[in-house]
């Protein structure tokens, strides 16, 4: 889970250097920087306890990036499945 995000976090990254580095991209390059930070902080939202609003900051920032961004997309989704399914295991052992 965690892996596909953090390489669709590095790809993502690789592509807004790539952008930024061009003059005439450089005001894409800055909205696409702010989508990479977005991601990241999700990222690191998700091991101190903000599992899902982490995972959803990660999926959305990811959006931004289609096609490299289906991999981050993809992780964030694992996570995002996984905490549902723990909350209907606990809900199904308490009844």
Not at 5 to 22: E, Y
Not at 69 to 90: H, M, N, P, T, Y
């Amino acid at each position: 889970m965690y892996a596909c995000m953090l390489t669709g976090w590095i790809a993502n990254g690789a592509v807004t250097a790539a952008i930024l580095s061009d003059p005439e991209l450089g005001p894409l390059g800055l909205v696409l920087a702010a989508g990479v930070s977005v991601q990241a902080l999700g990222i690191l939202l998700i091991p101190c306890g903000g599992r899902r609003i982490g995972a959803r900051m990660a999926l959305i920032a990811s959006i931004m990036f289609v096609p490299v961004g289906l991999i981050g997309a993809l992780g964030a989704r694992r996570v995002l499945d996984a905490l549902s399914r723990e909350e209907f295991e606990a809900r199904r052992t308490e009844t």
